[in-house]
């Protein structure tokens, strides 16, 4: 069975501090795909990056960035710098060709304050 | 523009009454699918279907029902059978070329509540 956790369940910093979600992933598959989206008060789920299981390099994008290691089963969220526009609730997801579905993590909701 | 509308975003219902939830998409996905979000749990996956006329139950099925008679709607209908209605519904679609490996698009969602 397919399962993501994130353990954290909340977070809360200052503007301007660096913060790291958490996701760790379970799957017997050897080709899968992973996800970050973020829920923002509006409701609708946002889709940040996919990363496929044979891709372990970092990514970064602008103020994001997103660390795959294998060895560990998991998949961190960094945002640097944090702003108040980051406040969010932030999913971790898992999918891969054997299933025909979108495995979420519990999400952390992250509250950044001014 | 290109996307999933879900209607409508606020609905109450009085217990042991059904009522259903609306889920368009103009995306020209073949999948669609339906999870529920409470607080603390995630999203659980209800029903989803992968063509037209056909629907698989998700982890959470009982107490709903869904339809697929045309590409483009989905619409979930929560039943008097469901115990605890009151959530947050989000309505997502993808292509079934690529069974979804390149993640949903999702709706923004309507929030049931049971009065």
Redo the contacts between chains.
């Keep these: 069975a397919q399962k993501v956790t994130q353990a954290q369940t909340e977070i809360s910093v200052v503007e301007k501090e660096d913060v790291t979600l958490d996701c760790v992933y379970e799957t017997r598959d050897t080709t899968y795909y992973l996800f970050w989206y973020k829920q923002p008060p509006s409701g609708e789920l946002v889709f940040l990056i996919r990363r496929n299981s044979f891709d372990e390099q970092n990514e970064i994008s602008g103020r994001y960035s997103w660390n795959f290691q294998k060895s560990t089963s998991s998949f961190n969220f960094t945002i640097t710098a944090s702003q108040v526009v980051d406040s969010a609730v932030y999913f971790c997801a898992l999918t891969s060709h054997n299933t025909d579905k979108l495995i979420f993590g519990t999400g952390t909701r992250l509250q950044v304050f001014p | 523009d290109g996307g999933i509308t879900q209607s409508p975003k606020y609905l109450f219902r009085k217990e042991g009454q059904n009522v259903t939830l609306s889920c368009e998409q103009n995306l020209n996905h073949d999948?669609m699918?339906w999870?529920r979000q409470d607080p603390?749990?995630?999203?659980r996956?209800i029903y989803?279907s992968?063509i037209v006329n056909d629907f698989?139950k998700?982890d959470i099925a009982e107490g709903y029902s869904v339809s697929r008679e045309k590409k483009e709607s989905f619409p979930l209908t929560v039943t008097s059978a469901q115990k605890n209605p009151t959530a947050?519904y989000?309505c997502?679609s993808s292509s079934n070329r690529d069974?979804?490996?390149?993640?949903?698009?999702?709706?923004?969602?309507t929030?049931l509540t049971v009065v």
């Design positions: 999948a699918y999870y603390g749990q995630g999203l996956l989803y992968q698989q998700g947050f989000l997502a069974r979804g490996i390149y993640g949903y698009t999702f709706g923004s969602g929030r």
